[in-house]
DNA sequence: GCGTGATTGTTTTTT
DNA sequence: ACAATCACGC
């Protein structure tokens, strides 16, 4: 297998780079590079939207009329008197879909039969869709795209393997739930994980099953079945989130991904016979009670989001509610593409197709370009990313002679960023502001608000401020959203922040037909502003919602969820609630000790091929980690162990210099006005236009109250400018307006608009001219970017080039999904709602997880949300859970020792494969080199413990640049304070007694010590301390 | 105006 | 470790 690794959405794929033929550097030599400029082989592939569902094959367009959905009408008709500008957000339309006619391997699924929500099944396959796709792009229906990106495209797309079709069997593959692994799923029934629970239900068996009863014993199931399915054959073996990871989130534009698709006609309806199926009673009557308000409130996997997807298809289909009447929001773009999936799923892309379902930030931006006159925005509004938003606040800065000493940018716009949570405006602030501090914050929002409103342009905290302002304020807007959403529907409750909560309260009607769903010991967004009060605040605000709790976790083993119940029993506040499961007992918890992260790297890569080849398909497979400067090495032993992988997060592609200059321009064809994005790129490439002149245009422009390209518009540029700035000045307006005329006729093909600027700007020629190594990736990295926008347009149902931005920059844009499945690497944070069969969770270590709260002082709720954040981690697997944590740390440039994380101590020693050290140094014992991957009691213990091989060759860790790791050891047996770690009391005789912060190696062994009486910390060479106690 | 080398922070998690 | 910013010299 060819080693293979992709970032999302700055994508690393080596592999797929090869398959481009973009350029011939080969992985290992680009990655040279990466440290300076990744080498991003980005595929990006527009990603399937329910907000713009597909149509089946064949399907003709619905008739514009039909398709112009009521709340949308409005835009619509500003969509006409605009022409093409910016309309792209509309429910309920459809680019047809290219795509063969397929042929299902199917048992007819009966009327009344019940598509199982999280249920994959075997799919019939047809020539890869991604090829066929792009063939009929060289057929020519389409215009060419972009110069060389959309030919590499292509080019690439043909040169790809083209699997035959693979033979599925004739039998709905079930998701390899931790239970019915041998019972396959009623064909009737097409049920999925909880068929085996169900002992009423028929078991008809599978091909490969036939003649395995159901154990009597669910026990034994887990650990017993030897008959897992082989993953190349069912690869509907999907994890249930983790497949729109996987799968790039493409399902609801593959049909043929389901088998439900063979015509929309056949999708069974969700009758209430079906509901009662799929569903427990508690479930049932949640979905049922439609009316009403509703709370949801259970722990995790207990089916709280099939609840919601339940509920929307009996509103669908039994209430015949139309689905642009129905809206379903989250927080994160993960969440609300894992309802929109399993929506798709079960109810089919045709009754599905114009439901709102989206996050609170696209939500907010779809409304407010909706509404844009009634807020004085243009409709082709900005969205400001961080990055805009500090360029903006720095001018600011500028102008108010704040000094950055005394109020950092990122002070002040956390602060903004705060109270737009909260609704505030400027006003408010300045109101309630106490110190000079704050005053300086409110004036610099202030001034901030009028350039966000001079270059058209709001920023993240606005999608959800501005929307929640407005429905609340304005009537006339209330009352026509109010009418269109008649249900609306909440997941991951938990996570919302007040300006969300408020905007749910006042989109609601008489109806109150509000349902939320939720989990406070999930709550993990709280630093993003999140209250989990909100859940309380529901009980108060609906106090005749009903309340449902669901107890029955379908997820996990026994063990697992042990493992998951101590930890989050051990929570200071939470409503509490019990969670049990059926599932089997499972496989112990296995405990990975590990001397450094290369090697828990390596060990964890170990665990995943074994994994794999139990037969675990790779995407059932994860990867978890508390924050992303963790990758890195996992990605190494990842590739080192030629194990296909994908990383969310991160660096990400968007951010890269050369592709936000693009970007920039981009903007700057659909308003010059834009001065965050005219200062980025006004010389950029070169054109001997300096930071004096600009500074000098800016305070101008400023001074004046208006933009710069108004300014060069105008001529009107400060006397202080020399004759060589104002006409290179010029020269920059001429070209850009040049480009926007051009692009002017070719907004609806974003590409097309992007290579134009690229070749125009002169960016392509700066790339070219100085080829070195660097700019070969910039170059390669923009191609993918017109490869995005390029898929976008294919996909997107009216692609704009407002709409592509938007995208972007609400991380809307997912990875190409090569159909190759792929193990996950991600954050804890982004696995909240996914489910895999096997989970590793690296760097269990106080210090790395819990990340904060570790240190004396800290607000005890960080160490609280660190709770939460690993009851998430441990309930995410179903079947198997390694935890690993490290002796010796690099982390930021240091080396850390840090003892196993608290949470491992929590955990019942019964659920474990082994013991868990306090501390990394026994009492008296010096490890040795030898014994290094066995202190504690080592992996072995209970069954499924392995041993990794201790790599002959001493790892790169322990090379010369880290000799003390090396010498650890030794250097703690020369102090009589064996082993130093965090949590220490030691004495300093000037300083007093303190508490070991971090553990430093160096040439020297350091140590970063709290001295509470002195209120700091000090770094301290560590023969200078005196072990206490 | 531009390129360089030094300095200085900064590193959680997401939209 | 690393990026972004700053100071300096051409
Ligand atoms: N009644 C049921 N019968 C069979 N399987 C079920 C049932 N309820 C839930 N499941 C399965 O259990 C798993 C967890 O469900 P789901 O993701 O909806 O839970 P959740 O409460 O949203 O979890 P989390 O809070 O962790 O996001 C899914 O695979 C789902 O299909």
């Known amino acids: ?14 592999l797929h780079r090869r398959r481009l033929r973009l350029h011939p550097t080969a992985p290992r030599h680009a ?39 009521r709340g949308d009408q409005e835009a619509h008709r500003h969509h006409r008197r605009r022409g093409l500008r910016a309309l792209h957000q509309r429910a309920g339309h459809a680019r047809p879909l290219r795509r063969p006619s397929r042929r299902l391997g199917l048992p007819h699924l009966g009327a009344g039969t019940a598509p199982q929500e999280g249920a994959a099944r075997p799919l019939p396959r047809g020539p890869r869709r991604g090829a066929l796709r792009h063939l009929q792009l060289l057929g020519g229906s389409r215009r060419p795209g972009p110069g060389a990106a959309a030919g590499h495209h292509r080019q690439a797309a043909l040169r790809r393997p083209q699997r035959p079709g693979h033979r599925r069997p004739h039998r709905p593959a079930h998701r390899a739930g931790n239970q019915a692994l041998r019972g396959a799923p009623g064909a009737r029934r097409g049920a999925g994980a909880e068929a085996g629970l169900r002992a009423a239900h028929p078991h008809p068996q599978g091909r490969r099953h036939r003649g395995h009863p159901r154990p009597p014993h669910r026990h034994a199931r887990l650990r017993q079945d030897p008959h897992r399915i082989a993953p190349a054959r069912v690869p509907a073996l999907l994890p249930r989130r983790g497949a729109r990871l996987l799968d790039h989130g493409r399902r609801p534009l593959r049909p043929r991904r389901s088998p439900l698709r063979r015509s929309p006609l056949e999708t069974p309806l969700i009758d209430r016979d079906a509901l009662a199926r799929e569903l427990n009673p508690p479930q049932l009557e949640a979905a049922l009670r439609t009316d009403g308000p509703l709370l949801v409130f259970a722990g995790a996997g207990s089916g709280k989001t099939r609840v919601i997807t339940f509920r929307v298809a009996h509103i669908l289909d039994e209430k015949n509610i139309p689905p642009w009447r129905i809206l379903a929001v989250t927080f994160t773009n993960k969440a609300a593409q894992e309802m929109r999936e399993r929506l798709h799923r079960i109810v089919g892309h045709d009754r599905a197709r114009g439901l709102w379902i989206s996050t609170f930030h696209a939500l907010g931006a779809r409304l407010l370009r909706r509404f844009h006159e009634r807020t ?30 005394f109020l950092p940018v990122r002070t002040a716009l956390g602060a903004i960023d705060r109270a737009k949570q909260e609704v505030l405006e400027p006003d408010d602030l300045m109101a309630r502001a106490v110190t000079l501090h704050d005053k300086q914050i409110a004036r610099a929002w202030e001034a901030y608000e009028k350039h966000l409103a001079k270059n058209g342009a709001v920023d993240f905290g606005d999608l959800l401020s501005r929307l929640t302002r407005l429905v609340e304020r304005d009537a006339s807007v209330r009352e026509e959203l109010q009418e269109q959403f008649q249900y609306l529907l909440v997941d991951e409750f938990q996570d919302t922040n007040n300006a969300q909560y408020r905007m749910l309260r006042a989109m609601v009607n008489e109806h109150r037909n509000l349902c939320v769903v939720g989990d406070d010991d999930q709550a993990i967004y709280r630093w993003r502003g999140a209250d989990v009060r909100n859940i309380q605040y529901f009980k108060r605000d609906f106090p005749d919602a009903l309340v449902v709790k669901l107890e029955q976790n379908y997820r ?30 499972g496989a112990p918890i296995e405990l990975l000790p590990c001397e450094d992260e290369r090697e828990e790297a390596r060990h964890i890569a170990h665990g995943v091929k074994s994994t794999l080849a139990r037969g675990v398909p790779a995407r059932e497979i994860a990867v978890f980690y508390r924050i992303h ?34 970007l920039a321009y981009l903007r700057m064809v659909l308003n010059p006005n834009d001065d965050v994005s005219l200062l980025r790129v006004v010389n950029t ?24 390209w108004k300014l060069l518009a105008t001529g009107d540029l400060p006397d202080d400018v020399g004759a060589a700035a104002r006409k290179a000045l010029t020269g920059f307006y001429r070209l850009v307006g040049e480009i926007r005329r051009e692009a002017a006729a070719m907004l609806d093909r974003p590409a097309e608009v992007g290579s134009l600027v690229f070749q125009k700007t002169g960016y392509a020629r700066m790339l070219e001219d100085n080829k070195d190594v660097e700019n070969e990736t910039r170059h390669e990295n923009i191609q993918e970017l017109l490869g995005s926008m390029h898929e976008y347009a294919q996909e997107a149902d009216e692609p704009t080039l407002s709409g592509y931005l938007e995208r972007v920059t609400l991380n809307e844009e997912t990875p190409e999904g090569e159909d190759s499945p792929k193990v996950s690497l991600m954050t804890v944070h982004s696995a909240k709602g996914l489910e895999f069969r096997a989970v590793f969770i690296a760097a269990m270590e106080d210090g790395m997880f819990p990340y904060k709260g570790t240190e004396l002082g800290s607000d005890p709720e960080e160490m609280e949300e660190e709770r939460r954040l690993a009851y998430v981690a441990i309930t995410r697997a179903r079947e198997q859970l390694s935890v690993s944590f490290t ?33 990394h140094f026994g009492e008296g014992s010096t490890p040795s080199r030898e014994s290094s991957n066995t202190w504690g009691s080592g992996g072995g213990g209970g069954g499924g413990g392995y041993r990794v091989e201790r790599d002959p060759v001493p790892s790169r860790a322990r090379e010369p640049e880290a000799p003390v790791v090396n010498d650890g050891p030794v250097l703690v047996r020369d102090n009589p304070a064996v082993g130093w770690q965090r949590g220490m009391r030691v004495r300093h005789m000037k300083f ?5 912060k971090t553990v430093l190696t160096g040439a020297e062994l350091k140590v970063e010590v709290y001295f509470p009486n002195l209120g700091a910390t000090k770094t301290l060479l560590a023969e200078y301390l005196q072990l206490l106690g």
């Open 1 to 14: 297998m060819e080693p293979q690794g992709s970032r999302h959405p700055g994508l690393r794929h080596a």
């Open 685 to 708: 490439p070169a054109r001997k236009i300096g930071k004096t002149t600009l500074d000098r245009v800016t305070a101008h422009a400023t001074a004046r109250q208006t933009s710069i």
């Open 556 to 585: 996990s083993t026994q063990r697992i969820l042990r493992a998951a119940n101590a930890v989050i029993s051990k929570a200071q506040q939470r409503e509490g609630k019990t969670l049990f499961t059926r599932n089997g007992e």
């Open 992 to 996: 007093g007694t303190g508490t070991v």
């Open 629 to 662: 400067a963790q990758s890195r090495p996992l990605e190494d032993a990842m590739r080192a162990a030629n194990i296909p992988y994908m990383i969310y997060g991160g660096m990400r592609f968007y951010e890269r210099a050369e592709v936000k200059d693009i």
């Open 887 to 919: 002796r010796f740390r690099q982390i930021f440039g240091q080396t850390r020792i840090n003892p196993p994380s608290r949470f491992l101590l929590e955990i019942p020693p019964d659920v474990l494969s082994g013991k868990v050290p306090r501390r």
């Open 31 to 69: 990655r040279r590079h990466r440290r300076a400029l990744p080498p991003v082989a980005l595929r990006l592939r527009r990603a399937g939207r329910a907000l713009h569902p597909p149509q089946p094959p064949g399907a003709p367009r619905r008739p514009l009329a039909r398709r112009r959905l």
């Open 376 to 405: 004085g925005l243009r409709q082709d509004f900005a969205i400001y990313d961080d990055g805009d938003q500090r360029s903006v606040m720095n001018r600011v800065f500028d102008e108010l002679k704040i000094d950055e000493k």
